[in-house]
């Protein structure tokens, strides 16, 4: 059964820091893995989408990276803002079982303005 | 707005009612999820939905019952409930393709989730 860590469990920075959230995964079958963003109480937005053939995926401030072979991804946020407070959650999906995703636990980010 | 709607946003129910949770697409996606998101756990699969047939069903218990009439929109029936089922239930819905290799998702939308407060 795929296992998906997210360490830290927590994270607090000041505005304007770059910081770096990590992912790892047990099985490196994936066939995509995929972050997201969810802020209190409500769903989750998807931040970007890396496909098993690629290793990095670029939205505005965000950089994620693949490496599949030590099973690992992470999402480096750049010049933080306090509006980057959130929960970031890292999933992956498995070849053999089709369309499941499986989650972390995900990061809790708090930038203090 | 991420196109999935979810309804109600809150619900608290007694262990002994019986009601349903809506959630609907308008992105023309043919793939749609429920997941149960509980505090300090991942978020996990309840069942999947693809062409309206359902392909998975992650021994979830019988007193939930998911419904899927349409492409586009996705029940969840909760009868006799126990307060450990109270959580924050979220439905997605995705593209879903074939690609080499076998079958494969593209990105899920998840709609803003339903609060449910089992007493």
């Known amino acids: 059964k795929q296992e998906v860590t997210q360490i830290p469990a927590a994270l607090s920075v000041p505005e304007g820091e770059n910081l770096v959230l990590n992912c790892s995964f047990t099985?490196?079958?994936?066939?995509?893995l995929q972050w997201f963003r969810q802020d209190p109480g409500k769903g989750l937005t998807s931040l970007l989408l890396?496909?098993?053939?690629?290793r990095e995926q670029t939205s505005g401030r965000l950089n994620a990276s693949l490496d599949k072979s030590s099973g690992r991804s992470t999402l480096y946020i750049a010049a933080s803002q306090p509006g980057d407070s959130a929960t970031y959650l890292c999933?992956?999906?498995?070849?053999?079982?089709?369309?499941?995703?499986?989650f972390g636990t995900g990061t809790s980010l708090t930038v203090i303005p | 707005e991420t196109g999935v709607t979810q309804t109600p946003r809150h619900l608290v129910m007694g262990m002994t009612n019986k009601k349903s949770l809506k959630c609907e697409q308008h992105?023309?996606?043919?793939?749609m999820y429920w997941y149960k998101q509980s505090a300090k756990k991942p978020l996990e699969l309840m069942f999947v939905?693809?062409?309206?047939?359902?392909?998975e069903n992650n021994s979830v218990p019988s007193r939930f019952s998911p419904e899927c009439p349409n492409s586009s929109h996705l029940f969840l029936h909760l009868h006799t409930l126990q307060p450990e089922d109270s959580a924050l239930y979220l439905c997605?819905?995705?593209?879903?393709?074939?690609?080499?290799?076998?079958?494969?998702?593209?990105?899920?939308?998840f709609g803003p989730g339903t609060r449910l407060l089992v007493l």
């Open positions: 997605a819905s995705s593209a879903k393709g074939r690609g080499s290799g076998g079958q494969y998702q593209e990105t899920q939308y």
């Open positions: 939905y693809n062409f309206k047939e359902q392909t």
């Open positions: 999933a992956v999906s498995l070849r053999r079982t089709g369309n499941q995703f499986y």
């Open positions: 992105l023309g996606h043919n793939a």
């Open positions: 890396i496909q098993s053939s690629q």
């Open positions: 099985d490196s079958a994936i066939y995509n």
